[in-house]
């Protein structure tokens, strides 16, 4: 397989087969933070999107022309999380500067990202799966579109839940929100076998 | 006054606060790890390992760090003592480091100790913080290896990786499995919630709690 199209692979992989939230847990501290509302966590999916593309690609570089020349990998996870927490203080920045509208609409999950496990997941399994640069990108894109999927839906469920449906007192709240996810959980589970990337 | 104050603290964060399922905190490694009570036993050690001593730090350090940039400086304590558990994990015990993949090094990102670390650590002396960080990772401890035993049980009929139950026994393959981890951790919270809650209430109404501070990272 060449290169393009096995990164395509991991793109489609990473949203639908290996979903980083719904298969690997990761990032679920704000997934059940802040699915209450639709637009909130369109705006926090986008957030992710954008930063985990770019940290992947930034980790990545730095991983392979910093980290492994010198022998330090172990170092990895202090490298990882500055460049995260970096990156997003100058997004942060950045958008400020720039445009209101999209700061009202991003800038206030930026700070909730840095501590989101998802992002600094998603750099250490492209590490471990010793992705090329390509790959890497489009694994860290995947991820960011697959957990903005599902924190979307979620949203878009609990919206509805909150209407119409009574909830035994002792699963309110993060109870019913869990029990949603592994639905939809199993529901993913329907696309294993399409694309599998190892 | 001082034994009590201890007491105290150990009572919060193992019952009435506990990280897990009450403020719903750390959540990733919970399910992620839970599948094999073996890796869940390593990276528990871990982590009570990790938030005690990451604790003490920053409360030994807490009037040099400058508020602003304390969030940076927390993150890169909890760090180091993050690549110390890794290095360890390597050298001496390869085949669960390996199976526990990147879930060592998402002990950073872990809310629990950041916000331990946010919450108590920063106004608090150092041996209290020591016994905060050590109590709350023994609170998340005993969630995790009840949520684990039940999922080894039932998902390979297992314990310790030894096979307990008889061959009559039909494997629940989906319990090692993402969707049985949430079913399982929904159950869990369910049952406590649904029969301690009250009781919880009327205690937080009750006393006075010098050390309650909702971690939320």
Redesign the interface.
Known sequence: MTDGLFAFGVFFAAIFTNNILLTNYLGMCSFLAVSKELKTSFGLGMAVVFVMTCTSAINWLIYYYVLVPYDIVYLRFIAFIIVIAAFVQLVEMVIERLSDALYAALGIFLPLITVNCAILGASLFMVIREYTFVSGLAFGAGSGIGWAVAIIAMAGIRTKLNVRSKVPFGLTGAGITLIIAGIMALAFMGFAGMISIT | MKSYKFRQVIKENVGINNPVFVQ??????T??VTNVLKNTVVMCAGLVFVTGLSNLTVSLLRKYIPSRIR??VE??II??Y??IV??VLKAFIPDISRQL??YV??I????II?GRAEAFALSNPPTLSLVDGLSSGLGYSYVLLIIAFLRELLGSGAIWGFRVLGDWWINWN?MI???????M??LF???????F?KEKQAATAGSPQPASAGGK?
């Open positions: 719903i905190l750390g959540i990733c490694s399910l992620a969030m940076m993150t890169l760090a180091a993050v690549i890794d290095v993949g990147p090094g998402l950073i990102t872990n809310c950041m989906i499995m993402a969707p049985g981890a949430f079913f951790l929904a919270i369910w049952v406590v919630k649904g029969s809650m990272s």
